[in-house]
């Protein structure tokens, strides 16, 4: 069964610094979306994204994060300027076109810790 | 977005039927309802999804009344690999912005 695969697996980083989450979708998914879960917390939608552009962010994706697909098979999150409260796990999503509401295919994450 | 409302926890045993229900009062005409599942350090991985009465797959079944103001979750004879949190989200249009509620924390006994 095709996956989402998401790396690296752990990201160690000095506060202030940035940070790039990769991420490979399921070949035929055109919707892509990235969340976080701080531990112990429950999961947060940060932004989707359809045709190269953003469809849909949250609150929490403010100016330090962008999201880029790079080329055809890269879906990738950046976040400029680390803080301490970035520290969480990183979850990328994909999902089909076409039919009203699709289940997201979620990868197993990258946890990010902020030192 | 219908706010969703589960338990918090459940427990149970080896071999037990588990339902778990979900509230949405506010669901909209449009929506679906899609359950995830949940292992410490990994991603949420869908289990079923439904937008009326009942819908069964290999693992799971979802019951859905018909004023789809709630949905149960029901897993046949859990074993101790289902303890995990149990996510039940209701949306619509492309699934743009989902929000997860708190989920269900579920611990099978032996």
């Known amino acids: 069964e095709p996956e989402v695969t998401q790396t690296p697996s752990h990201q160690v980083t000095q506060m202030g610094q940035e940070v790039i989450l990769r991420c490979v979708p399921i070949?035929?998914?055109?919707?892509f979306y990235w969340y976080r879960q701080i531990l112990g917390q429950k999961v947060e939608f940060l932004v989707s994204?359809?045709?190269?552009?953003?469809?849909?962010k949250s609150e929490i994706f403010d100016d330090q994060f962008s999201v880029e697909r790079p080329d055809g098979s890269n879906f990738t999150l950046k976040i400029r300027s680390t803080k301490l409260e970035d520290s969480a796990m990183y979850f990328c999503?994909?999902?089909?076109?076409?039919?009203?509401?699709?289940?997201?295919?979620f990868g197993d994450g990258t946890r990010l810790s902020i030192l | 977005l219908a706010k969703t409302t589960q338990p918090i926890s459940m427990d149970s045993y080896e071999g037990q039927e588990v339902n778990i229900t979900c509230s949405h009062n506010?669901?909209?005409?449009?929506?679906?309802i899609t359950w995830y599942q949940q292992f410490p350090s990994q991603g949420p991985r869908f289990i079923i999804q439904?937008?009326?009465t009942k819908v069964t797959n290999e693992v799971a079944s979802l019951f859905i009344p018909a004023d789809r103001k709630s949905s149960t979750l029901s897993l046949p004879r859990v074993s101790l690999s289902d303890t995990a949190v149990y996510y039940c989200?209701?949306?619509?249009?492309?699934?743009?912005?989902?929000?997860f509620g708190a989920g269900t924390r579920l611990f099978v006994k032996a």
């Open positions: 999503a994909s999902s089909e076109a076409g039919v009203v509401y699709q289940p997201q295919h």
């Open positions: 070949s035929n998914h055109l919707y």
């Open positions: 994204f359809y045709n190269n552009e953003i469809s849909e």
């Open positions: 506010n669901i909209a005409t449009n929506d679906y």
């Open positions: 439904g937008y009326k």
């Open positions: 989200l209701v949306g619509d249009t492309g699934g743009f912005k989902t929000i």
